[in-house]
């Protein structure tokens, strides 16, 4: 099967500037993630979609950051404006439910878009 | 507030010899764990995982050994070989817990194996 197709793989702008990252999930996969990981860290949950919906955006910075997941398929993830700080991979990630018979079902990870913020 | 922690940054093993990762958490509500493994340029993949009602978790050359009294993992590769060079990212969750499950990851590991 098709893995997690994220564009563009680089981006580099500078402060205050615009950017969106694209993701496309495996198909049939409900449930879908981003993350953000900075250097030298683990990578962070910003918002978690359960099909079209929302699950989980408490760590998302909601006054520049946006994403949306129509028709519960592709999801698009916004930073408007950018700052230094937003200078990351971002990666999305995708699984067919949660949770699936008790056990944690597995996140499938896309390769991730590398932003720099000049 | 680090919730998972790797402590450390580095390691550097032999080809065929053991390779032990170790990972430290502080939240008792974690009741299930993963390891993923990320090679440069691509996203993290899955390895192995260990819910709380086990202390270990076997698949080929990868065990996990999990402590809940300590609150302490380790990712036991034997024997190592150098495809396994990468970053090594333990994570945890909470599966019925109030923030949905989310998976919280440690900073990782680099696992360097030499020939």
């Known amino acids: 099967e098709a893995g997690v197709a994220q564009s563009p793989r680089y981006k580099i702008i500078e402060k205050r500037q615009s950017v969106a990252f694209w993701c496309n999930p495996i198909s049939g996969h409900a449930t879908l993630y981003w993350y953000q990981q900075i250097l030298g860290q683990g990578p962070k949950l910003l918002i978690q979609?359960?099909?079209?919906?929302?699950?989980?955006d408490s760590q998302l910075p909601k006054d520049r950051f946006s994403a949306e997941r129509l028709k519960g398929v592709d999801s698009t993830l916004k930073i408007q404006p950018a700052k230094l700080e937003d200078s990351a991979v971002y990666l999305c990630?995708?699984?067919?439910?949660?949770?699936?018979?008790?056990?944690?079902?597995?996140?499938?990870f896309g390769p991730g878009t590398r932003l720099t913020v000049l | 507030d680090q919730q998972v922690k790797q402590n450390s940054p580095s390691l550097s093993v032999q080809e065929g010899r053991i390779s032990i990762l170790n990972c430290d958490y502080t939240?008792?509500?974690?009741?299930?764990f993963l390891w993923y493994k990320k090679y440069p340029a691509e996203g993290p993949t899955f390895l192995i995982s260990i819910s709380s009602i086990k202390d270990k978790n076997e698949d080929g050359r990868f065990t996990v050994f999990l402590n809940k009294s300590a609150k302490h993992l380790s990712l036991h590769i034997v024997p190592s070989q150098p495809g396994d060079s990468a970053v090594y990212f333990c994570?945890?969750?909470?599966?019925?817990?109030?923030?949905?499950?989310?998976?919280?990851f440690g900073k990782g590991t680099k696992l360097s194996v030499k020939p």
């Open positions: 990630a995708s699984s067919r439910m949660r949770i699936r018979g008790g056990r944690f079902d597995e996140q499938f």
């Open positions: 939240n008792s509500m974690f009741d299930y």
């Open positions: 994570a945890a969750s909470a599966r019925y817990g109030g923030s949905q499950g989310n998976l919280i």
């Open positions: 979609f359960q099909n079209n919906g929302v699950v989980d």
